[in-house]
């Protein structure tokens, strides 16, 4: 089992960028898949989530509002849209599924990716 983030990059405050998480190994449908970042110096913090078949979005408060995560079954694949970005939002951003808690996302995931970096400037 692999995911794979990318899509991280420099960009300005106000921007936006797209996150993608590509999996392979698993069908990601069936798993709850999140989107977490981790900035210098700051613990791990849970950004988005949506539950196996796309029944339940969660998100931070933080980024309730500007970012969006949709699903492309097709590509199985998970995205994270960030709009109206902040310098806070500046970190690396990974992308995680659990096949057992299908609900919700956890920071004990079954699967994670390896983190893409988001840097804002004001």
């Known amino acids: 089992v692999q995911l794979q983030a990318s899509g991280g990059g420099l960009v300005q405050a106000g921007g936006s960028l797209r996150l993608s998480c590509a999996a392979s190994?698993?069908?990601?449908?069936?798993?709850?898949v999140g989107w977490f970042r981790q900035a210098p110096g700051k613990e791990r913090e849970r950004v988005a989530c949506i539950s196996s078949r796309g029944n339940t979005l969660s998100y931070a408060g933080s980024v309730q509002g500007r970012f969006i995560i949709p699903r492309d079954n097709a590509k199985n694949t998970v995205y994270l849209q960030m709009n109206s970005l902040k310098p806070e939002d500046t970190a690396v951003y990974y992308c995680?599924?659990?096949?057992?808690?299908?609900?919700?996302?956890?920071?004990?995931?079954?699967?994670w990716g390896k983190g893409t970096l988001v840097t804002v400037s004001s």
């Open positions: 995680a599924a659990d096949g057992y808690r299908l609900e919700s996302c956890s920071y004990a995931m079954d699967y």
């Open positions: 190994g698993i069908t990601l449908d069936y798993y709850a």
